[in-house]
Nanobody, 124 residues
Framework: QVQLVESAGGLVQAGGSLRLSCTAS????????VGWFRQAPGKEREFVAA????????DYADSVKGRFTISRDNAKNTAYLQMNSLKFEDTALYYC?????????????????WGQGTQVTVSS
């Protein structure tokens, strides 16, 4: 029912910045909370950041707090993840996800729709 497409991943040097985009096909994008998750090879998918449907509440994993910023533009059906001060450990496939309802969640099982992911590689 809702298709999510991530973009703007890429290769960056440690200490650099990158902004990921997540564009939704749904006309009701503003009705969903949005989360970003990431998964490195051989590791479990982990929570990165989330934002409620109005954009007024955000949540971040401790590993990215102070470096990453999640935002959204409902008029464009798009969510963003601004990543600054990137570290090698940030290297992963990043997924955008949406969940029905306004509340954020750190648990992947709570999300209803997922994008295919965009690769972020940070060189040391």
């Amino acid at each position: 029912q809702v298709q999510l497409v991530e973009s703007a991943g890429g290769l960056v040097q440690a200490g650099g910045s990158l902004r990921l985009s997540c564009t939704a096909s749904s006309r009701s994008f503003g009705s969903y909370a949005v989360g970003w998750f990431r998964q490195a090879p051989g590791k479990e998918r982990e929570f990165v950041a989330a934002i409620n449907w109005s954009g007024g509440n955000t949540d971040y994993a401790d590993s990215v707090k102070g470096r990453f910023t999640i935002s959204r533009d409902n008029a464009k059906n798009t969510a963003y993840l601004q990543m600054n001060s990137l570290k090698f450990e940030d290297t992963a496939l990043y997924y955008c996800a949406a969940k029905i309802g306004q509340l954020t969640s750190r648990h992947s099982a709570r999300y209803d729709y997922w994008g295919q992911g965009t690769q972020v590689t940070v060189s040391s």
